[in-house]
């Protein structure tokens, strides 16, 4: 029955590798591997050697010889254990992406425009790289693409110079999201997990990551690409057409910047936190909605007025992207529960005894989330490594799970999101930018470890 259900796992693990070959949603292969996994751990229940307590981090004694019912009820508790858990981490996402979604509902990141006033383009490579870094980290690596990919095609008339600026993006985006607990799913997994504290995960990956925006983008401003200035500029200094945009971008920002300080102060959970901030970002959406309108347009009772008025929060809500919510939760339940049999924890034992060096098993996490989907690596890593919280194990994995994807372009969600919008070839990103991306992530690894030692 083991043998069958990590089989099960590895399929539908290269399904969604291959997502792009196979042209299936790898949300299917996700949800269809959690149901087949859980529904055999279920039959095998009697059979099973090894229980793993995710909430005391070891193996529970005496396992096997408990009775049918005691394993049953044992399985009840740890399935709805994971629920709960996997539901922090979904409850947190939905709450920052119908923030992001409100902020552009009143077009509040064409403020940005506004600070690109220069035609150099190796000013506009900086501009955009830091934008990138900072947005990430407080929006996630995933919005702040395609917010900045947007702006950018507003600007840059030349696809190809495009292509370019849109490559140094992917690996700002990502290299940003990697030192913020709300700028990368997986960082916010750890950080969910309780593996890492929003302090020290500033304090040890900042610089690593700063680096590994920067050396890259300071290489590439040497290149022929960009050099010169561009042809002309689309959109000027515009002003956004709705008078709030700005104050909505502040607000809406402010109130997921506040999440960690939220938790730190409570001690709840950062999905509370990330409640009450869009309940506050959505009062003032309503309120600034309901003003643009003349008094005398009547509400209906399902919030439509006679010019089609409408909630901007039930707007928002709309657009969410619920195939990557569910995506999430297919692949993390998965993966708990290869946990819940032990199979991570031995398997942690196993590779720890084959390579003892912790540094290169985390770098080879790295270069393989920029093969396959790094949620489910730093997963598996959760139920792997059983070291305790801020551990520099688990801030180097945030690190490498976070900037690696950027070596190619399958390899995070910033880089497929750009692929879309500006039709990147494979092959071309492979040729142009993984090597710049290689060099900022083993140098921002090299500056990690030298840090590790001075602090």
Known sequence: METLIILIFII????????????????????????????????????????????????????????????????????????GKTAEILFFLLGAMTIVEIIDYFDGFATFKNYIKTKNKKKLLWIF????????????????????????????????????????????????????PIGDVTTTMLWIGKKVTTAKLIEFLIIPSLLCMAVPTFIASFMKPFKGEIDTILTETENPDNKYSSV??????????????????????????????????????????????????????????????????????SRIEMPSVLFFFGILMAVAALESLGMLFLGAESLKAIIPNTDIVVMLLGVGSAIVDNVPLVAASMGMFQEPIDSHLWHFVAFSAGTGGSMLIIGSAAGVVAMGMEKIDFFWYFKNIAWLAAIGFIVGSLAFMGMRVIL
């Not at 299936?24 to 859980?38: C, E, R, S, T, V």
């Not at 059979?47 to 019912?69: Q, R, Y």
């Not at 730190?264 to 959505?282: A, N, R």
């Open 248 to 317: 909505m971008l502040y607000l809406g920002l402010g109130g997921i910047m506040f999440v960690p300080i939220f938790k730190t102060i409570t001690h709840l959970p950062p999905y509370v936190g990330m409640m009450l901030s869009l309940s506050v970002v959505g009062v003032f959406a309503e309120i600034f909605s309901r003003s643009q309108f003349s008094i005398s347009h009547a509400i209906d009772e399902e919030g439509y007025d006679s010019v089609g008025f409408h909630s901007p929060v039930h707007k928002s809500l």
């Open 12 to 83: 539908g693990y290269l399904a969604i590798a291959l997502e792009h070959n196979l042209k299936l949603d790898k949300l299917i292969p996700a949800l269809a591997m959690m149901a087949i996994l859980w529904a055999l751990v279920a039959f095998g229940i009697e059979t099973f050697p090894n229980w793993f307590d995710s909430g005391a981090h070891k193996l529970v004694e005496g396992f096997a010889s408990f009775s049918v019912d005691e394993k049953r009820h044992l399985l009840e508790e740890t399935l709805l254990h994971h629920l």
């Open 129 to 180: 790289a830091f934008l990138a870094f900072i947005l990430s980290a407080i929006i996630d690596n995933l919005t702040a693409t395609i917010v900045l990919i947007t702006i950018l095609q507003k600007i840059i008339n030349d696809k190809n110079t495009r292509l370019w600026f849109a490559g140094l993006i992917i690996i700002a985006a990502n290299a940003g999201g990697a030192w913020s």
